[in-house]
């Protein structure tokens, strides 16, 4: 089994932000930018293979988390 990922906070962030863009976004092109976006950030700090499918996956998985729990570092966060 591949080592979780531990991503920077920065980058964490960045990728929830991403998430929400991805689900909020109804041109199809414009969210695989977004998710192919993540790929090349995400694979910066996993060494494992990971593929455009791979993050989709993980947005459609984390969607309804990332609506629920406010990213740490952040004021003032509101969810839906």
């Known amino acids: 089994m591949p080592k979780p990922i531990e991503l920077p906070p920065a980058v964490a962030r960045r990728f929830v932000d991403d ?6 976004e109804t041109n199809a092109i414009k969210a695989d930018e977004i998710a192919v ?3 090349h950030a995400l694979k910066q700090h ?15 998985l984390m969607r309804d988390q990332s609506l629920t729990v406010p990213v740490a570092g952040r004021q003032g966060v509101k969810t839906k």
């Open 37 to 39: 976006r993540q790929l």
């Open 19 to 24: 998430m929400r863009a991805f689900h909020a």
């Open 46 to 60: 996993y060494r494992a293979k990971l593929r455009l499918y791979d993050v989709k996956e993980l947005f459609v």
